[in-house]
């Protein structure tokens, strides 16, 4: 498989994981250096976005990636996530890849739905 394609299977995984709640595989994913950025967090380190970004209980009912585009090292996702609560969002991210993990990804909070 071409990177292209191994990257965007990884940013999908990504996103299932995070439904399935399985911290340990995004964990797997992520150097050692990662760093998560958004309009709340300024380039908080990885052990920061498990305690502060990571939820406590399900929040998620389903993520649709609605766009995804890889070029090199980067690659961009736009996803509308649909909460148990009913409500939804639309958000994008940016994330920088260092060999095979994510090594930083940068959030774009979206709109309500």
Request: with cysteine; proline share 3%; aromatic share 12%.
């Amino acid at each position: 498989m071409n990177d292209v394609r191994t990257r965007q299977q990884t940013v999908r995984d990504l996103y299932a994981a995070y439904l399935d709640d399985r911290k340990d595989k995004v964990g797997a994913m992520l150097t050692e250096d990662f760093t998560f950025s958004s309009p709340r967090d300024d380039h908080i380190d990885r052990a920061t976005y498990f305690e502060r970004c990571w939820p406590k209980e399900p929040l998620f009912r389903a993520i649709h990636i609605e766009f995804l585009a890889v070029n090199g090292d980067e690659a961009a996702v736009r996803y509308r996530a649909e909460k148990l609560d009913g409500t939804s969002f639309g958000n994008m991210e940016s994330l920088r890849f260092r060999g095979d993990r994510i090594a930083a990804v940068e959030v774009y909070f979206g709109r309500n739905l």
